[in-house]
């Protein structure tokens, strides 16, 4: 009889659909486990502490560009200059190396360009109502030519990554944490709290969940998408130079490959591309899944093709997944 | 009850849960071969989640729907369609790009029995390649319903489609339902119009709270007998305050005005808009559709720029570029379509809070304390009902239109604009939000109420002001501010015969319902050829 009657409970679909509805974090940390069980299955002695450290060293530059992605998204927008911006940072800081103002200096420039980008793509989005994306796929090319004709300007001053920017971006306290998390963490706290506790973080929800609500409520839109833009490029300047550390190169297109994934970590997170739904919490989780569907599908040793169809179709799977629980039942 | 084998559809023990909220508890339905069948209850009743589940789009938690003998389970609206069962909605459902002959060909509806029941609705001369878009509204609802009846469905359900026809229409469909009748095909009528009911009505099924109440044979009179039944209690509550309605004129008239509008203009539709709206005091607009309030309210609400004019606020010329500057002002806008006003996938506390919290320029951390005494304080004086506050979509229309109104309240009101802020919504929640505006006025703020219902003018009202062909053309006090006066001056008629026949109609008998809703219809520009 109990049995039955618990047998029931774990059936209702309509119970799974809640849970997965009001509290995301839980079914995706349960897909991360399983992913992970499955790769101590394939490769039996694989997960250890070490293998965490490398994992959550390689989420954290994808979990960052995924936080643009996640602000963007909220407001019903995307950032598809990410990557571009953060190929930029890292070149300019490597560039600066041998200057007399260093590695420093360097950075400083890095992320005064990008936020420069980030306000002309808000000032595009915000007041001229541009499409986010065709904005932001602009602004990557603008970006991706002044990467080009500065790389022309610098190529006798010779360039390197800066070892500081090595050893945030590669390094392992104790073979577990990474550096990086010395930027990653409070970057994240001030993230999460941003959009749960102050009115910018609600503003952010409002203009994309009924721009028409929220202007008729007082609200600003334009000033709220041009700070938003310039967070978005700062963050993914922020995001390149770990890339740069991590990788140990500088190029114009070095974050390329991070792109469609940073959208990717976004969606699984449960963050709806339509905006109004989502968070940074499951987008890290997000990060977290994809990485270790990338090291599972590399443990299978399929080849590359197939790992490409799979990686898609389980994003496909999760995305559809959520237009399921959380479209009108 | 009648034994069940003589029904055509039936249902029994229907019921749904969203969350935490149960929106049927438990619906019965029987629907006699011939009969035309009335389905009614307030807004929040579960009347639409029922709609849903027989239609097929919602599947329900428990219950049986037996159609001619047969249980059903339709798991679309398209397996309802085979099975005998097809709705037609307030809104068309033809695809604008398509002429109607495409339109029909997709629904692969029989073209004469079409073009016959096209005729009996008085569009005989329509020319079938003509686009979907290009005809008035009106005309789209005639066709949606002449193609459900060509189909020769078992039971059609017409689910509110004549809540914005104009009364000629009206009077068509009605009369064409009435011959449809007879036979063993059976009509399911859902209309707030109580007047429309007695008129074809053979039985009608009454909701409330998610559960069916009665059943009552349409007779003359039943009308009561239905309001009774939706509210379960007496009618009287509403009229309560109809005679409380003194003369705050004079203590108001003393005061400077809280706005002052002189020759208003904007667009083609609004051309010359002066009054003035005092502290103390509910300020009714009175108006058919389109005759240039929509504007007014948008200049008011700072989402327009004027054409013309000057607008002044507590004495002060205003000059709004942002719905932001009137809200600075003490201008604040209730609209009636609360899907332009909700953020519907957020909750009630982030929905109220959000004048007041979002601030831009309010860069540290919410006081979350402060913030929850407001909300909870807005909740309260308004009877929200936050058993499903994660989502403002899960909550009823009724409760949508509180949670609306809440955001100013929550801040403190000085001077509230109500655009028809009652539309659709239950007999409990207007009469709550009657309540509300009277309360906030008598505390000295300063109400400007668009309504639709006429008979909202004195029950809320200290007076109105008409606008017709975007001017103010009138002025009525509360106290001979009765319907037929009001609709005379709606349609800027002096005599009493000018009226339009069939409106004088419904107006007689609409008087004796509370939730017939007066036909403030379209002006004759909107009635198709």
Redesign the interface.
């Known amino acids: 009889m109990t049995a039955a009657v618990r047998a029931n409970r774990w059936l209702d679909a309509a119970a799974w659909r ?1 849970l997965f509805r ?1 509290r995301p974090l839980i079914p995706l940390t349960g897909l991360l486990l399983l992913l992970v069980i499955t790769i101590q299955i394939a490769d039996p002695g694989i997960v250890t502490l070490p293998w965490w450290g490398v994992i959550m060293r390689a989420s954290v530059p994808l979990a960052i560009l995924a936080g643009c992605q996640t602000l963007t998204m909220l407001t019903g927008g995307i950032d598809l200059s990410v990557a571009t911006v953060a190929s930029m940072a890292g070149f300019v800081t490597a560039t600066f190396v041998n200057s007399p103002g260093g590695w420093v200096q360097g950075m400083a420039v890095a992320l005064a360009a990008a936020a420069l980008a980030g306000l002309v793509t808000g000032i595009g989005v915000g007041v001229f109502r541009v499409h986010p994306l065709i904005m932001t796929l602009a602004m990557s090319f603008v970006v991706l030519g002044f990467s080009n004709v500065w790389q022309l300007q610098m190529v006798q001053t010779g360039a390197g990554v800066p070892s500081q920017l090595r050893w945030v971006g590669s390094n392992l306290l104790l073979d577990v944490i990474p550096y990086s998390f010395l930027v990653f963490v409070p970057l994240t706290l001030l993230i999460l ?1 941003g959009l749960r ?4 973080g ?2 952010l ?2 203009i994309g ?2 721009p ?9 839109s334009p ?2 998408l041009i ?1 938003l833009y310039v967070i978005s490029a700062v963050l993914a300047a922020i995001a390149g130079l770990i890339i740069s550390g991590f990788t140990n190169t500088a190029s114009v297109s070095l974050a390329d490959t991070y792109l469609l994934p940073s959208v990717a970590a976004a969606v699984i997170g449960g963050t ?1 591309i339509m905006g ?2 989502g968070g940074f919490a499951g987008t890290i989780v997000g990060a977290l899944i994809l990485t270790v569907l990338t090291a599972l599908l590399t443990v299978l040793g399929l080849p590359e093709p197939t790992r490409q169809i799979v990686f898609g179709s389980i994003i496909v799977v999760v995305a559809a997944a959520y237009t399921r629980v959380t479209g ?2 | 009850m009648t034994v069940t084998a003589d029904l055509l559809l039936e249902a029994t023990g229907v019921s749904k849960t ?2 935490a909220v149960v929106a049927l508890k438990s619906a019965s339905l029987a629907v006699r071969p011939g009969e035309v069948h009335a389905l009614v209850g307030a807004n929040g009743a579960g009347k639409s989640t029922f709609v849903k589940i027989l239609t097929g789009v ?1 599947h329900p938690d428990a219950g049986r729907i037996v159609v001619r003998g047969r249980e059903r389970t339709a798991h679309s609206p398209a397996e309802a369609r085979r099975g005998g069962l097809i709705s037609v909605y307030q809104e068309p459902s033809l695809i604008p790009d398509l002429d109607i002959r495409a339109n029909l060909r997709l629904t692969e509806t029989p073209r004469e029995p079409f073009r016959h029941w096209l005729g009996e609705l008085g569009l005989r001369d329509l020319d079938l390649s003509t686009l979907a878009r290009r005809l008035p509204l009106a005309s789209l609802r005639i066709i949606d319903l002449a193609r459900a009846l060509a189909i020769e469905p078992d039971v059609l359900m017409l689910d509110e489609m004549t809540a914005a026809l104009p009364a000629n229409l009206t009077e068509r469909v009605l009369d064409v339902l009435g011959r449809v009748r007879g036979g063993d095909r059976s009509v399911i009528f859902i209309s707030h119009r109580l007047i429309e009911i007695a008129a074809v009505c053979d039985r009608a099924t009454v909701l409330r709270e998610g559960e069916t109440v009665g059943v009552v044979d349409v007779t003359a009179g039943t009308e009561e007998r239905i309001v009774e039944l939706m509210l379960g209690q007496s009618v009287e509550a509403l009229s309560a305050r109809t005679a409380a309605v003194a003369g705050p004129e004079s203590r108001a008239r003393a005061a400077t005005p809280r706005i002052s509008a002189r020759s208003l203009s904007s667009g083609t539709r609004l051309n010359d808009a002066s009054f003035d709206l005092y502290p103390g005091e509910v300020l009714g607009v009175v108006a058919l559709e389109g005759q240039g309030q929509d504007e007014l309210f948008d200049i008011l ?1 700072g ?1 327009e720029r004027p054409r013309g004019g000057e607008l002044l606020v507590d004495g002060k010329p205003a000059n709004f570029r ?3 500057d009137a ?2 002002v003490g201008l604040v ?1 209730v ?1 009636a379509d609360r ?8 909750s009630i506390r ?1 929905n109220i ?3 007041f ?4 320029r ?5 006081d ?1 304390g402060r913030e929850r005494e407001k909300v909870d304080g807005a909740v309260a004086t308004l009877q929200i009902d936050a058993r499903a506050g ?1 989502e403002v ?1 899960r909550l009823s229309g009724g409760n949508q239109q509180k949670v609306t109104i809440a ?1 100013w309240v929550a801040g403190g009101v000085r001077t509230m604009l109500c655009f028809d802020p009652t539309r659709g919504i239950d007999i409990r929640t207007k009469t709550q939000i009657y309540r509300l505006l009277r309360d906030m006025a008598d505390a000295g703020a300063a109400i400007l109420l668009y309504t639709s219902e006429l008979k909202e003018v004195q029950l809320v009202c200290d007076r109105a002001i008409v606008i017709f062909g975007g001017r103010v053309v009138g002025e009525v006090s509360a106290a001979e501010g009765d319907e037929p006066t009001l609709l005379r001056a709606a349609y800027n008629l002096r005599s009493e015969s000018a009226v339009p026949e069939g409106v004088a109609a419904m107006l007689a008998s609409t008087s004796s319902g509370a939730d017939a809703s007066t036909p403030a219809g379209p002006g004759p520009s909107e009635v198709p050829q």
Do not use: K
């Open positions: 809640n009001d709290l506790r102050t009115g910018y609600r503003l929800f409002a969940d009924n028409i609500a929220a202007r008729l409520s007082g609200v600003r000033q709220i700070v709806s109004g739904r009108e039942s | 969203y969350g919602v609400a989402s942002h719905p932001a809200i600075r806008y609209a899907a332009e006003a909700l953020l519907m996938q957020r982030e809070a959000l004048p919290s979002s601030r831009l309010h860069w540290g951390l919410i979350l994660g979509r955001r």
